[in-house]
């Protein structure tokens, strides 16, 4: 049964905390083209590591852990739309 946090961009599942788009954009998982990834699955993140940027009208804008923990799954492809509430990264 899942539930959603105060801030609205985190729902608590099975698998672990699925962490939610707060906004409308493109996705990018690194910081610049060629770059490594921000995160990989298996990293240990902690809070306030950037996990990806959303980029909504021409603001490139971090997605902050909410928390520390291990990142499960990336649901997400690198420079593809998402919508407001869509599941991007498990974390545990």
């Known amino acids: 049964n899942p539930k959603t946090t105060n801030d609205e961009t985190s729902i608590t599942s099975q698998e672990g905390e699925v ?14 083209p060629g770059a490594a990834n921000f995160i990989k699955p298996k990293d ?3 809070e306030g590591d950037t996990l990806l940027l959303i980029e909504a009208m021409k603001t490139f804008n971090p997605l ?15 420079r593809t739309p998402v919508e407001f509430g869509e599941e991007l990264i498990v974390i545990e």
Do not use: F, Q
């Open 19 to 32: 962490i939610v788009s707060p906004m409308v954009g493109i996705v990018y998982l690194s910081p610049e």
């Open 44 to 46: 240990i993140v902690k």
């Open 64 to 78: 902050r852990a909410p928390r520390s923990g291990k990142i499960v799954e990336i649901k997400v492809s690198d």
